[in-house]
């Protein structure tokens, strides 16, 4: 079965970066379009990015310029560096496939 991992969540004050990662299992990861999602507090859930089985990204307007994914097929691995995080970047980071299979979610707070 499809199984999805993220880590990589923390807490961090505002204009720092962290680096999210998913690993997924039970798919053929090289063929896979992957994308990344966050739901904050009160909120639907919003698509952040996403990468194509060929390695072309697309983002939110909320982010592009400030995050970035990217893959690693030999690891099974996608990747959201995010930079200049803000306050409002506060939520839990879910990684999915097909947006059939979602992991467990990470938690990022920006705070000072």
């Known amino acids: 079965q499809v199984q999805l991992v993220e880590s990589g969540g923390a807490l961090v004050q505002p204009g720092g970066s962290l680096r999210l990662s998913c690993v997924a299992s039970?798919?053929?990861?090289?063929?896979?379009?992957m994308a990344w999602y966050r739901q904050a507090p009160g909120k639907e859930r919003e698509v952040v990015a996403h990468?194509?089985?060929?390695?072309?990204?697309h983002y939110a307007d909320t982010v592009r310029g400030r995050f970035v994914i990217s893959r690693d097929n030999a690891k099974s691995t996608s990747y959201l560096q995010m930079n200049s995080l803000k306050p409002e970047d506060t939520a839990m980071y879910f990684c999915?496939?097909?947006?059939?299979?979602w992991g467990q979610g990470t938690q990022v707070t920006v705070s000072s």
């Open positions: 990468i194509s089985a060929g390695n072309i990204p």
């Open positions: 039970g798919l053929n990861f090289q063929f896979a379009d």
């Open positions: 999915t496939y097909k947006s059939l299979y």
